[in-house]
């Protein structure tokens, strides 16, 4: 069973930068993708940011393009998002999630494990 624990959410204003990071205990973490969503209040989850289990493959949202990175260290076994150029409508509880295959995905439903979240505020 793999544990996933988020970290680095909190307030910042509109056009600052966050990072977040996510610590995965239990199975071999460095063989899985990992994957970024968030859900604001009185919306559906959406993704983020994906990674495959290397850091070769990535996807981004459209709307986060240019201006967030996901990246991973295996070594540390944690996957990190980066986030520039933040906006008030991307206050949201941000999950890290994970799956038991090596490869990129964009569907919650294609992930096996979450974290509980980490709150994301960009105040205007």
């Known amino acids: 069973q793999v544990q996933l624990v988020e970290s680095g959410g909190g307030l910042v204003q509109a056009g600052g930068p966050l990072r977040l990071s996510c610590v995965a205990s239990g199975r071999t973490f460095n063989s899985y993708a990992m994957g970024w969503f968030r859900q604001a209040p009185g919306k559906e989850r959406e993704v983020v940011a994906a990674?495959?289990?290397?850091?070769?493959?990535?996807y981004y949202a459209d709307s986060v393009k240019g201006r967030f990175t996901i990246s991973r260290d295996n070594g540390k076994n944690t996957v990190y998002l980066q986030m520039n150029s933040l906006k008030p409508e991307e206050t949201a509880v941000y999950y890290c999630?994970?799956?038991?295959?090596?490869?990129?995905?964009?569907?919650?439903?294609?992930?096996?494990?979450w974290g509980q979240g980490t709150q994301v505020t960009v105040s205007s």
């Open positions: 990674i495959n289990w290397n850091g070769a493959s990535t």
């Open positions: 999630a994970g799956r038991y295959r090596s490869t990129v995905a964009t569907l919650g439903t294609e992930y096996n494990y």
